[in-house]
């Protein structure tokens, strides 16, 4: 048996509530290999490497990475088709 070398994508959610008002790990993700579709929370995070490299669990690509300096981030979303967001109803219809 392998020891486990990622740790759960919820641990995301602290790093990326710096960068995004909400809770990154509540929304939904869409694998660009792969096409799989599951909560970033679901995400495989390896955080031993330079900043977290989030893999997709289904096929392992990167979908996310977040490096943070002392005064900036950088987020790389180019392995996420798009990031389905839980919102508040609006309020005002369009
Ligand atoms: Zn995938």
Do not use: I, K
Not at 5 to 20: K, T
Not at 44 to 51: E, F, M, W
């Amino acid at each position: 048996m392998t020891e486990q070398s990622y740790l759960d994508g919820n641990m995301l959610d602290g790093p990326l509530r710096e960068v995004f008002a909400m809770d990154v790990s509540a929304a939904t993700g869409r694998c660009a290999s792969c096409g799989a579709t599951g909560p970033m929370a679901g995400l495989r995070v390896y955080s031993h490497a330079p900043g977290l490299v989030a893999r997709c669990p289904a096929c392992a690509e990167v979908m996310l990475r977040l490096v943070r300096g002392p005064d900036r981030a950088w987020l790389d979303l180019r392995g996420t088709t798009f990031l389905q967001v839980p919102l508040p109803p609006d309020p005002l219809p369009r």
